[in-house]
């Protein structure tokens, strides 16, 4: 407890995978967490797993990022319910599975980018009145390896992840002159996404797994979200516009995504 005492963290897609890891890790270093999330289950099953004392400084709202009154909303409750806004992690994802460029729809794009971009967009604008009022900042943007690589099947994400960086990219160096730090983590851990791939492409899991310079896939507690609580740090007063690849060397040398489809 103690690094990020009595501040106040929004993370999306709070309830499960790595958004969870980051609720957690935010609580346990002393943050106040507004877990905003789509699935009201998961986000129940997430408090009643924490520790009483990580409880109470959690609190569920259930988000739909892709609708903008909803975001809008979820700043206003954060900042309503514990009183300030520090920290933002735009989080939440939801796929549409893998599929050839030319065989996705309009649609699919569209979901994507609304999804990736213009939910951290709309967080992100009216998140800065409220850490203009704290004199400081920080937004971190979970965006992924997948479009540094380019990886294959997955065009929609890619793009809108790829978008999402250069969002984020833009807002450092207009927003550092208020002491707002915005910084992208790519991660390689175990999400919700990772084992639902893993359950329907186990080879090709396996493979990444053996071929990541460690020799394994990250956890989402223990490996993604201490660096998060860095971020959200004093530590990072100084860091922004970057990217974070937090994958145990796998991009280094690129990783063997090569799922099978038909």
């Excluded at 975001?71 to 933002?88: K, T």
Aim: one cysteine or more.
């Amino acid at each position: 407890m103690g690094t990020l005492e009595d501040r106040v963290a929004i993370v999306t897609g709070g309830a499960a995978g790595i958004g969870r890891g980051m609720t957690e890790a935010y609580a346990r270093a002393g943050a106040y967490v507004l877990m905003a999330d789509v699935n009201v289950a998961a986000g129940d099953e997430c408090l009643s797993n924490l520790p009483a004392e990580l409880r109470k400084r959690v609190s569920f709202m259930q988000v739909d990022v892709t609708e903008k009154t909803q975001v809008q909303a979820m700043v206003a409750q954060a900042v309503s319910r514990f009183g300030r806004l520090d920290i933002l992690v735009n989080n939440a994802w939801r796929g549409s599975g893998f599929a050839r460029l030319e065989e996705q729809t309009d649609e699919q794009l569209r979901g994507a980018f609304d999804m990736a971009v213009m939910a951290a967009f709309w967080a992100m604008q009216a998140a800065l009145p409220h850490f203009k009022q704290v004199g400081s900042g920080r937004v971190i943007n979970l965006c992924s390896l997948n479009g540094v690589n380019a990886h294959l099947y997955s065009a929609d994400y890619n793009a809108a992840k790829e978008a999402l960086r250069t969002l984020t990219r833009t807002a450092a160096r207009e927003w550092a002159q208020y002491q707002v730090c915005c910084n992208v983590i790519c991660p390689g851990a175990a999400s919700d996404a990772y084992q639902r791939f893993a359950r329907h492409h186990p080879d090709n899991a396996a493979e990444m797994a053996k071929a990541n310079p460690m020799g394994r896939i990250g956890d989402p507690l223990t490996d993604i979200a201490p660096v998060a609580v860095f971020l959200a740090s004093d530590d990072s007063r100084y860091l922004t516009g970057n990217t974070l690849f937090v994958d145990g060397g796998a991009h280094i040398n690129g990783v063997q995504w090569a799922p099978k489809v038909t």
